[in-house]
């Protein structure tokens, strides 16, 4: 698999790093990494796409599995998600000519969403018009039959009639039904950014506002009871109460799901629990965790192995 330095690369020079998208221009210095893809905004024939390169095979599985039956829907919400083949171009390790393929997500003309929840801690009524608007969205993914599976602030964006529109599709499945606990998290967001004018963390089921976290630059929302936390370039988890449980050690953190969370050190990846003890210890190119499952992809040296969610090897692909 290619890396985050090729793909910096290719964006400061697509001319000769992609095939068809020569005239793509970045728009932001940042190349932001998910568990699955490094992702870029850029504009391309004067229209946004978030530009999404796999970080690993079975990236491209998630997006394919659903891209198919949502190419068939009548509905609006889903925007065509288009893979290009071979699209990028890259150095291997022996300095051979690679290619990769390329994920492209048009963005909507829209505002980010957590300037929407900002208004409404100000206005009673605007916060009104924003649940109103999450219900409308959920009619939305109940008609058309599908879980976006990755409703966050940070994924959703607001419309000039404050339309709520979801990006980063690629967790997305068919069939209704596994995003209502995140709308009723974005739903009690609203109420407390109303009623304390932040939202960030979380006690028996209802949220309440966390002072300490904000003497930390860069912070989460909350997952199962913890907030990722950065500082001095490096991450961790606070909890509820403001206690820093697992101390800022990482290059870079996953939220919590299911009592585990990919993190990244300079050694590689692995996989903690809510302790910050490595249940899969941090030396590894990719870990993945599917909260559905419990299981683990891992990429090593040699190939793909599965781990169970105690931190077994189950399976050699």
Request: aromatic content about 10%; charged content about 25%.
């Amino acid at each position: 698999m290619t890396t985050i330095f090729a793909f910096r690369r290719a964006l400061e020079s697509p001319l000769t790093h992609f095939a068809t998208l020569h005239s793509l221009q970045w728009l932001q210095s940042d190349v932001i990494r998910s568990t699955l893809f490094a992702e870029a905004r850029i504009l391309l024939d004067e229209r946004e796409y978030l530009l999404l390169m796999p970080l690993s095979p079975i990236s491209l599985r998630y997006v394919e599995r659903f891209r198919a039956p949502s190419l068939h829907l009548s509905e609006s919400i889903v925007p065509e998600l288009k893979v290009l083949r071979d699209e990028m171009y890259y150095e291997g390790s022996r300095g051979e000519r690679m290619t990769c393929d390329i994920l492209l997500e048009p963005l909507p003309h829209a505002l980010p969403y957590s300037d929407a929840v900002a208004m409404a801690a100000e206005d009673r009524h605007y916060a009104e018009v924003l649940c109103d608007k999450l219900h409308h969205l959920e009619k939305l993914l109940r008609a058309a039959d599908i879980s976006h599976r990755n409703l966050r602030k940070e994924n959703l964006m607001i419309d000039g009639e404050h339309n709520i529109i979801p990006i980063r599709w690629y967790y997305a499945t068919q069939g209704y039904g596994e995003d209502r606990e995140a709308l009723k998290q974005l739903r009690e967001q609203i109420a407390v950014s109303l009623a304390e004018g932040t939202y960030l963390a979380e006690e028996y089921g209802t949220y309440s506002c966390s002072s300490a976290a904000t003497a930390y630059l860069h912070h989460r929302r909350m997952s199962e009871g913890l907030i990722a936390i950065e500082h001095n370039e490096r991450w961790g988890f606070m909890d509820e109460s403001g206690r820093v449980v697992i101390e800022p050690a990482f290059m870079w953190v996953n939220d919590f799901y299911e009592g585990r969370a990919e993190v990244m050190t300079e050694c590689g990846m692995g996989l903690i629990d809510k302790q910050g003890t490595f249940i899969i210890p941090p030396r590894y190119k990719i870990v993945e965790f599917d909260h559905h499952s419990g299981c683990s992809n891992v990429l090593t040296e040699s190939g793909w192995i599965c781990f169970n969610y105690s931190g077994e090897i189950i399976e050699k692909q």
